[in-house]
């Protein structure tokens, strides 16, 4: 009991600045949410965060490492969903089209997901004043029980199936089919899942 009150006491602040900011930016949040640290979100599109989704957001909540924010940033039009009891750390998210993150999923310190290439790859577009937006985006997929190791970027139009791991560090271009251990950059298999209890 004193343990629960103790970790209720800790989270308080950064749990209410946190609240307040979803209220404003239009965030629909879940039951039993926790955060240590505040968020830094830029929401021109459409947020969903489940049940009893933990989320770090200052150096200290992570002994492994992770001194940025968590970031969200979902522009016009995009969405970020996030499922229940998920678990991320010190991670950045953009949504152009739209981030997917199922149940159960843990993000490692550091991680980074984009839908989107951000500029376009035309040279002359990108160097054009203003920059013509020509930009190639496509949705990202984190399916249920998932893990994303510390550090590792999951890129545009990338699938990452149920129950997989992606090893710290890697730079995941391609679909990761179910039940796989990925690792590298760019990233391959490495590995299967054990799944026997």
Request: hydrophobic share 35%; net charge positive; with cysteine.
């Amino acid at each position: 009991m004193i343990k629960r009150i103790l970790r209720f006491c800790y989270y308080l602040p950064s749990n209410l600045v946190n609240r307040l900011q979803y209220s404003a930016k239009g965030v629909r949040v879940g039951k039993a949410h926790e955060t240590k640290g505040r968020l830094c979100i830029k929401n021109k599109g459409t947020i969903t965060i489940g049940d009893r989704v933990r989320m770090n957001s200052k150096g200290s909540a992570n002994p492994i490492g992770g001194d940025e924010k968590t970031y969200f940033q979902v522009l016009s039009g995009a969405t970020l969903t996030i499922g229940n009891d998920v678990g991320m750390s010190n991670c950045a998210i953009t949504a152009a089209n739209s981030v997917t993150i199922g149940n159960f999923v843990r993000i490692g310190a550091g991680v980074k997901i984009y839908d989107t290439d951000f500029h376009s790859l035309n040279p002359f577009e990108r160097t054009a004043k203003p920059e013509i937006a020509n930009v190639c985006t496509k949705p990202v997929v984190i399916e249920d029980y998932a893990f994303l190791g510390a550090g590792s970027y999951i890129l545009k139009g990338v699938t990452v199936g149920k129950y997989s791991i992606v090893g710290a560090g890697s730079v995941v271009t391609k679909d990761i089919p179910q039940g796989e251990i990925w690792g590298g950059n760019p990233a391959k298999k490495i590995g299967i899942v054990p799944l026997e209890k």
